[in-house]
C-alpha cells in the first residue's frame, strides 16, 4: 500500500452487516423503540456483499476503509470467541488488500455484546480487562496480515472506541440508546471505564503492533453561544468542554493521532440548553448545514500536536443540500486548513452506503450509494 493520504468512506458493522443478533443494539430493536419500525436485519446485507462494495469504493477512488469488527460476533459468549467469525473479518482483510485499500479498524462502534450488556456494560469495571481479553484477540489474529500487507514500515489503523461522548450522553442521561439508564454516577462509572480501555487497548496494540497508529474517533462539534451575553457565554464554554475535551483530555497520552467525527454547529443557552442555529436546521437531528465548521475544529486541534484524521464527516440526503455538495465543500475546508499547516493525514465520508440509523432506522440515508432495501 502507496504512503498515500487516507481518503475514503466509513461503516460500521451493525448498521451495515445485518445479522448482529447477539448484541444490546438488537435486544433494543426488539423492543420496539426504533422510529420507523425497521430492524439492522438484513440492512445492506454488507456481510455477504463486502466484496462488491468494496468494489463501489474501489471504483469513486477511495483507498481507504473505516470499518468495525462486531465485538458480539468475535466474542459471543464471555468464555468463547468464535472462529468461524474470526475467519470472516480475516477474508474482508483479505478482500481490502487485495484491491489496495487500507483499513482503518474500528473495534468498538457503539453496540456491546448482550453478556456484557447483562452484567452492567461499561458501568462495570469488569468490562475493562474483557474489553482487553477481545482487543488482544484481535491482534493476535490479524496482527501478522496487517503487517504483511504494510511490509512491517506504514501504519496500521485502529479507532479503539467511537464517539463516546455520544455513547455516554445518549446512554446514560438523556435514555435515548441503550442502556437507558439516566444516571450521573453510571455516567462516570462508563466514562472512567472507557478512558481505561482506550488505554488499554492502546498498549495492547503497540505491544504486538509497534507500527499501528491508535486513537478514538471524537464526535466535536462548534459550540457557539445563543445570545452573545455572559450567561450563554459561560454555558457554551462549560459545553463545549464536557463535549469537545474532556474525554479527549483524559486519554490525550495515549493517542498517535486524532480521529475527528464532525457534522455540525450547535446553539448553547444558559444554564446548558443545547439546540440547532434557530431558522439554519437541515433535516435529521436538526443540524445546520455548516461545513466551514470543520476548518474551526481543525485549527483548534492543531493545538494537541497531533495528526489529524477525519474519520467521518457527512450529511443526510433529507438535508437542503446535496450530499454530494456538502463533501465537495468540507474538502475545501481541509485543503485550507492542510494550507494552513495543519497535520491532516486522511478523510472519510460517513458513509459508503445508506445504512441503519440506529434509532432512526432505514429511514435516514447518508449513503454516497443509495441502497435498495427492498432488493
Known amino acids: 500500500m502507496g504512503k498515500a493520504f487516507l481518503y475514503g468512506c466509513a461503516t460500521s458493522a451493525h448498521q451495515v452487516e445485518g445479522g448482529n443478533i447477539n448484541n444490546d443494539w438488537w435486544e433494543f430493536e426488539q423492543s420496539g423503540l426504533i422510529f420507523d419500525g425497521s430492524s439492522s436485519n438484513p440492512s445492506c446485507d454488507h456481510y455477504h456483499r463486502y466484496a462488491s462494495d468494496l468494489d463501489l469504493l474501489k471504483g469513486i477512488g477511495g483507498n481507504a476503509y473505516r470499518f468495525s469488527i462486531e465485538w458480539s460476533r468475535i466474542q459471543p459468549v464471555s468464555s468463547e470467541f468464535s472462529q468461524e467469525e ?217 493545538l494537541y500536536k497531533l495528526p489529524v484524521i477525519i474519520t467521518e464527516y457527512g450529511m443526510p440526503q433529507e438535508a437542503n443540500i446535496a450530499p454530494e455538495k456538502y463533501l465537495e465543500q468540507g474538502i475545501a475546508y481541509l485543503k485550507q486548513a492542510m494550507s494552513e499547516g495543519i497535520d491532516v493525514r486522511g478523510f472519510f465520508y460517513w458513509s459508503l452506503l445508506d445504512n441503519f440509523e440506529w434509532r432512526e432506522g432505514l429511514s435516514k440515508r447518508f449513503g454516497l450509494y443509495e441502497v435498495d432495501y427492498e432488493n
Open 86 to 302: 474470526i475467519d470472516h473479518y480475516h477474508q474482508v482483510l483479505d478482500a481490502l488488500i487485495k484491491r489496495g485499500i487500507t483499513p482503518l479498524i474500528t473495534l468498538h462502534h457503539f453496540t456491546n455484546p448482550l453478556w456484557l450488556s447483562k452484567i452492567g456494560g461499561w458501568a462495570n469495571p469488569k468490562l475493562v480487562d474483557y474489553f482487553g481479553q477481545y482487543v488482544q484477540k484481535v491482534v493476535d489474529e490479524y496482527g501478522e496480515k496487517l503487517n504483511r500487507s504494510t511490509g512491517q514500515t506504514e501504519p496500521i489503523y485502529f479507532v479503539t472506541l467511537n464517539e463516546p461522548s455520544v455513547y455516554l450522553l445518549l446512554g446514560y442521561l438523556i435514555e435515548y440508546w441503550p442502556p437507558q439508564k439516566k444516571s450521573l454516577i453510571g455516567l462516570i462509572k462508563a466514562f472512567r471505564n472507557m478512558s481505561r480501555a482506550h488505554k488499554l487497548a492502546y498498549e495492547i496494540i503497540h505491544k504486538k503492533l509497534p507500527n499501528a497508529k491508535v486513537s478514538i474517533a471524537h464526535h466535536m462539534s462548534v459550540l457557539d453561544p445563543w445570545r452573545n451575553n455572559g450567561l450563554d457565554n459561560i454555558a457554551a464554554k462549560v459545553y463545549d468542554w464536557l463535549w469537545n475535551q474532556s474525554f479527549l483530555n483524559q486519554v490525550g497520552d495515549k493517542l498517535d493521532y486524532i480521529g475527528l467525527n464532525y457534522y455540525t454547529r450547535q446553539r448553547v443557552a444558559f444554564p446548558l440548553k443545547v439546540f440547532p442555529t434557530p431558522g439554519k436546521e437541515a433535516g435529521f437531528a436538526q443540524w445546520e448545514i455548516y461545513p466551514e465548521g470543520l476548518l474551526r475544529i481543525l485549527r483548534r486541534l492543531k
